[in-house]
């Protein structure tokens, strides 16, 4: 049984920095693909950050970019976002995820709300 757990949400101020984390049990994060998702009030959940690939290779999506970083830590088996110049269109719940590479995710945390103030 797969589970992912994440943590380090919150809120913080513009311009701030948070550091999300997400511990994963029944399933090894080098070999499975990893991402972050969000969702704002109102709005569809939308792909953040993810491993793309076995080898680490990453993928960033454009309103993010240069701000946020995906990484993981295998000895650990998590999978960390960290995001800096946080703004207040960053607010929504952040969810960790995992599949197969090339499939669906079909493993879902229970998100951690991160709160921006302008």
């Known amino acids: 049984q797969v589970q992912l757990v994440e943590s380090g949400g919150g809120l913080v101020q513009a311009g701030g920095s948070l550091r999300l984390s997400c511990v994963a049990s029944g399933r090894t994060v080098s070999s499975y693909a990893m991402a972050w998702f969000r969702q704002a009030p109102g709005k569809e959940r939308e792909l953040v950050a993810a491993f793309t690939g076995s080898t680490g290779s990453t993928y960033h999506a454009n309103s993010v970019k240069g701000r946020f970083t995906i990484s993981r830590d295998n000895t650990k088996n998590t999978v960390h976002l960290q995001m800096n110049s946080l703004k207040p269109e960053d607010t929504a719940v952040y969810y960790c995820?995992?599949?197969?590479?090339?499939?669906?995710?079909?493993?879902w945390g229970q998100g951690t709300q991160v709160t921006v103030s302008s």
């Open positions: 995820a995992s599949g197969r590479y090339g499939g669906v995710y079909d493993s």
